[in-house]
């Protein structure tokens, strides 16, 4: 029989396969188990016990289980042999016994193996010990895995006896158990299960008990309890909130790693709770040290992290160093705002730099308990407490850290200047104001830190300056930005791995930042960064596409110059080449070209033909694949749908960028065709990715979308959700380039859309862009097909006045207002109640072109006429009084 090293369970997801003739060894064995004869029991059970020493023995076991349904005796000899080995005399088969225990529970349901919970239950009184602690064992993962079905009618919800069961022993003389025990009850505190919530006060009066407990893995269950009261049932904790606040500073140094993890999460919770500046306040001036002291590497943490080792870039990156990355979709606008990502879209995870630290400080910050990262926990985690923190407490925080400060950055060891730059980082965010005195003497020495001889040093402060990077650019150039930039540059090179990633991440920050302002550096930029094409390792060249993208969208089309364009596309376009289109690195590389393409325009044109056409078929593959796993899920596996969102979202990419240059490529192809499908696919950042297209075709060569309308449109309607925002938004912004292309031809699906479009712009709590968008459109669809939106002008033109009302003058805004305009014409009365909003909304206009104006003088003074001078003049007095003067001056109203 084929034995692996693989843990139990792991691969069953769909990997892993039986060997044929270990499988029927295996039935063999358990058939003959069911023989009265004993000595063929005898041998079985010396065979059983010989194999389950194997790992992979238990992979046989599940498939057996949950494949081979037909073996219905066998099924229930496993079973069996679980419950009796369940107090096996060795730890580790009894860890065994409880993962197949729990494998065969999910993936079985609970609920068909009525026999478990009750022995489980009973084996908890057993005086054996081994009986106890292997039944807890297996609760535990139980409770973990099968957290929802234990609260269910179906099985008699057995929380409800469970909770008090567990509660007993938190006062167990063994330590495992009192953890075990604990860590059952966790499980249910962030779902607020109604079981433990009766028992809540008994909960927390016995964690305190356990408070000093000797034993580190319930001191570290204790504290994951506490974080998690925090965020659920903060009304509990107050009484003692004092007491708990001193107990938590204390775990926050606790000598085990593990335990000061879990306290440092504490300040974390906390900090998002109203009350933190109250309970916090009085701490604060203790707190701050021990956060900052948690900050420096120990030596155990430099050992781990090779943090001697300067030179690495020669050493290829394990695979398992590169983090899943996830693509983040388009979300369109009206030319009124950037790109947006959305609350269902997950973001990149090589944009890191792009989100703010307070709110993802976890994965900034890179705190991930499941496996060993690159700063030690401890050291992470006490960063991002200390972020969060300045974010409440903002430069009240500074009398107690400005010394530590002072101290630490010019400290002669580097592990403790190292803490105090990446206190500085830390800060950034929160306590800003206070720390821009200090910044022209601070940024210096950072620049100058960036060349110090530790990599860790040059890594971290390549993230700190990025910190700073918005009051670098706001600075005369000569001063920071210009030796800020040579100097990250030169660290893009680094022959450390780690500074290489810090610092181009640190570097793509900047790009935004700086946008157009890093034009007259350009080609020393692009050398830098195309040179390290040549240079990186896998890993860190995921994050190279991720900095030169960025560049892109920062400085737009000052990038389509041919020595610049020959700079940068040969070495994309070879990668392109050598990558497989079931390669996963195709995501950074088609968002990188997507940045590109929109930023190059018809300087792409030598290349949009190979890649348009490879996007096509990486649709299409993507599309065959689904619906052959639709049809046949057992012998088709669902494929992965970031493939077709990228290659949608570059091919967006291309019909901005090259506009009508695009239009014989969608010709000769069947892109309409698998857009359709597209639109209507479940995943919701599919239906985003198309509809950016749509909209993007639509602008770029119409004729080829015309036909299609009569089919998309009911889709887009139906998509007009504001629970996907990102999609809605979309969809809306779509609907919007449709109407000024298709004119009067939109009268039969103005019903198809309008009614959701109000719906949208009078929802309260619709994000900006959303609403902005929304108000376009409704403009767009009034200015073609005004007698059939007019009539229902009254029920958004306050709403849609005060969506428009801020935002810049453009082309947009100005087919917009025409629409508007138009309706009113057609519906005078529908204004005549929130007029006062129109004028406001007339008023933001800077500099309307003069038709458009003399739209608007008609409208106001057509009003002014109807209602009369002296009704006018008691009307215009409610006005603001700048919005009056504007008005008098600009209309002579």
């Known amino acids: 029989m084929k034995i692996t090293s693989e843990e139990p369970g792991e691969k069953m997801a769909g990997s892993w396969q039986p060997e044929e003739s270990g499988l029927q060894q295996i039935l063999q064995l358990l058939r003959e188990s069911q023989s009265p004869d004993t000595a063929t029991q005898r041998a079985v059970q010396q065979k059983l016990e010989e194999l389950n020493k194997y790992p992979d023995f238990n992979n046989y076991l599940i498939f057996v289980l949950t494949k081979l349904v037909n073996q219905a005796e066998v099924t229930e000899f496993i079973r069996q042999e679980c419950l009796n080995s369940i107090g096996d005399p060795s730890p580790l088969i009894r860890a065994t016994i409880g993962i197949l225990i729990t494998t065969i529970a999910a993936k079985g349901g609970l609920e068909n193996w009525s026999e478990l919970l009750p ?21 535990q993962k139980i409770c973990e895995d099968s957290a929802e079905a234990l609260d269910t009618d179906a099985l008699n919800r057995p929380l409800n006896i469970l909770i008090p069961k567990f509660l007993e022993f938190f006062k167990h003389s063994s330590p495992k158990i009192r953890s075990h025990a604990i860590a059952c009850v966790n499980q249910f505190i ?182 060993k990262t690159v700063r030690l926990p401890r050291g992470k985690c006490s960063a991002a407490a200390l972020d969060v923190l300045a974010n409440v407490f903002h430069d009240n925080i500074l009398p107690v850290l400005l010394p530590i400060l002072k101290e630490t950055l010019f400290h002669q060891e580097w ?110 930029i692009l050398d830098t960064l195309v040179f390290a094409f040549g240079k990186y390792q896998h890993k860190n060249l995921l994050i190279l596409y991720d900095a030169i993208g960025t ?96 290659a949608l979202d570059l091919l967006s990419g291309l019909a901005e960028g090259l506009e009508h240059h695009i239009e014989a490529l969608v010709s000769s192809s069947n892109v309409l065709k698998l857009l359709f499908q597209c639109m209507q696919d479940p995943m919701p950042e599919v239906r985003q990715s198309s509809f950016a297209l749509l909209g993007d075709l639509t602008k770029a060569c119409f004729q080829h979308v015309e036909p299609c309308i009569g089919d998309f449109m009911p889709i887009l309607g139906a998509n007009l959700n504001p629970e996907f925002i990102s999609v809605c938004n979309n969809a809306t912004w779509a609907i919007g380039e449709i109407s000024i292309k298709m004119g009067e031809g939109m009268r039969p699906y103005v019903p198809i859309v309008l009614n959701q479009l109000i719906e949208i712009i009078n929802r309260p709590n619709t994000p900006k862009t959303l609403l902005e968008n929304t108000a376009i459109t409704i403009g767009r669809l009034g200015l073609v097909c005004p007698q059939e939106v007019a009539p229902m002008l009254q029920q958004f033109i306050r709403s849609w006045c005060t969506s428009l009302r801020n935002i810049r003058d453009n082309e947009e805004k100005d087919s917009a207002f025409r629409g508007v305009c138009t309706m009113i014409g057609v519906n005078p009365s529908g204004v005549i109640q929130d007029f006062i909003f129109f004028c406001d909304a007339v008023a933001s206009w800077m500099n309307p072109k003069s038709d458009l104006k003399e739209m608007f003088y008609k409208i106001l003074h057509g009003f002014k006429n109807q209602v009369g001078e002296e009704n006018w003049k008691r009307f215009s007095e409610q006005f603001p009084y700048p919005l009056r003067e504007r008005l008098a001056a600009q209309y002579g109203v």
């Open 119 to 139: 022995r489980l239950w009973q084996c908890l009184d057993s005086e054996d010990y081994n009986v106890c602690e292997g039944a807890f064992g297996a609760l």
């Open 190 to 371: 962030i779902s607020r299960t109604q079981a433990l919530m009766l028992h809540i006060d008994s909960f927390i009066e016995n964690l305190f008990v356990l408070a000093s407990d000797e034993d580190p893995e319930v001191r570290k269950n204790v504290c994951r309890a506490l974080v998690m009261l925090v965020e659920v049932r903060m009304d509990r904790l107050i009484p003692h909130i004092n007491s708990i606040v001193e107990y938590m500073l204390v775990r926050t140094q606790d000598p085990d790693d593990g335990v000061s993890l879990e306290a440092c999460e504490f300040w974390l919770s906390l900090a998002e709770q109203p009350i933190c500046n109250n309970v916090l306040g009085p701490h604060i001036e203790k707190l701050i040290p021990v956060l900052v002291h948690g900050m420096k590497y120990s030596e155990i943490d430099i050992i781990l992290l090779k943090g001697d080792i300067e030179e690495d870039e020669m050493i290829p990156d394990k695979e398992s160093d590169i983090k899943p990355r996830f693509h983040k979709c388009k979300s369109k606008s009206h030319g009124i705002g950037t790109k947006q990502g959305s609350e269902e879209v997950k973001r990149s995870l090589y944009k890191w730099h792009q989100i703010s630290a307070s709110q993802v400080f976890r994965f900034i910050y890179g705190i991930d308990k499941s496996r």
């Open 415 to 524: 592990e403790i200047k190292e803490s105090g730059i990446l206190v500085l980082g830390a800060i950034a965010e929160g306590c800003m104001t206070g720390m821009v005195p200090h910044l022209p003497e601070l940024i210096p020495y950072l620049i100058q830190c960036l060349a110090d001889k530790k990599a860790l040093v040059r890594s971290i402060t390549c993230w700190t300056l990025s910190r700073y990077a918005h009051w670098v650019v706001g600075q005369p150039h000569e001063l920071y930005l210009k030796p800020l930039m040579t100097e990250l540059l030169k660290r893009v090179l680094d022959a450390n791995k780690r500074v290489q990633e810090a610092a181009c991440s640190a570097f793509a920050t900047l790009e935004e930042e700086a946008c157009t302002e890093l034009v007259p550096y350009l080609g020393f």
């Open 551 to 646: 560049l892109a969208d920062s400085v737009g089309h000052h990038l389509n110059k041919p020595e610049y364009i020959n700079l940068l596309m040969p070495p994309l376009i070879e990668k392109w080449n050598v990558l497989k289109d079931t390669d996963k690195d195709l995501f950074p590389l088609l968002e990188c070209l997507s940045s590109i393409a929109t930023a190059l325009q018809s300087g792409f044109l030598p290349y949009c033909e190979p890649v348009f056409k490879r996007c096509v078929s990486l649709i299409e593959q993507t599309l065959n694949q689904s619906f052959a796993n639709l049809a046949n899920p057992d012998q088709y596996e669902a494929p992965d749908k970031d493939f077709m969102i990228v």
